[in-house]
């Protein structure tokens, strides 16, 4: 898998304290992964070795996500993680 060379955060991710900063740069993360097949299917250990961490800070990362509702997550038969449009403002 191919990291991107860059990663964009809206605001509205960048700046929700209810997310630590961490799974605000995540967002990015999933969301340059998400261009090519539309969502992301990244391992939760893809994630922690690329940043450093282990696989449950990124499985809590991405719980708080989609508890937040910047992304929603499917099972069929593997994960796959999409960005949800974000309101404007």
């Known amino acids: 898998m191919k990291k991107a ?3 964009i ?3 509205q991710v960048r700046y929700d304290k209810r997310l630590p900063l961490g799974a605000r ?3 990015g993360e999933i969301s ?3 261009n090519t097949h539309g969502f992301c299917f990244a391992t939760n250990g893809w ?3 690329k940043y450093g961490v282990t696989d449950i800070t990124i499985s809590n990362w991405i719980s708080k996500l ?3 509702d910047y992304v929603d997550i499917s099972y069929n038969p593997h994960r796959r993680i999409f960005v ?4 404007d403002g």
């Not at 949800?84 to 309101?87: A, G, I, M, Q, S």
């Open 5 to 7: 060379p860059y990663v």
């Open 9 to 11: 955060v809206p605001a």
């Open 25 to 27: 740069l995540l967002y």
């Open 32 to 34: 340059g992964l998400t």
């Open 47 to 49: 994630f922690a070795d």
């Open 66 to 68: 989609k508890k937040c």
């Open 84 to 87: 949800r449009r974000l309101k």
